[in-house]
């Protein structure tokens, strides 16, 4: 059980990170701050379960206990959230919002015809 693993962790883990706190971990859902092997194996667990074999990580071997399961949120309620985060890491990557608004005025035969406008919008965006 959660309360003898605790014991066990703090009596033999190695990891000093998480040695004292029984080898809790806390809540985790973002697997990019988890080596890939040990998310998998802690994700494909049942609730009050344990990994039967070790776990091996980029940091070891792992014997993993899952004690909680959050549930996810309705996509409805997450949507718009999930569609802004990814818009604004598309912005910043490469200059997409640059590439992105000369494809359209390209594409759409757009072209400033004022020269103080277009000065200022080249300095904008870089395209000297």
Do not use: M
């Not at 703090?10 to 806390?26: A, F, M, N, R, V």
């Amino acid at each position: 059980n959660g309360e003898d693993f605790s014991a066990l962790a703090k009596e033999l883990s190695d990891d000093d990170q998480t040695k004292d706190k029984g080898g809790s971990l806390g809540t985790f859902n973002d697997r990019s701050n988890y080596d890939e092997n040990f998310f998998e194996a802690a994700k494909s667990l049942e609730v009050g379960k344990y990994t039967l074999t070790p776990v091996k990580s980029q940091y070891g071997y792992h014997i993993i206990l899952k004690t909680k399961q959050n549930d996810k949120e309705e996509l409805d309620k997450v949507k718009d959230s999930i569609i802004s985060k990814i818009a604004s890491e598309l912005e910043t990557e490469d200059g997409f919002n640059t590439k992105a608004l000369l494809a359209l005025r390209e594409e759409n035969g757009i072209k400033i015809t004022d020269s103080d406008l277009e000065k200022k919008y080249n300095e904008l965006y870089d395209l000297d």
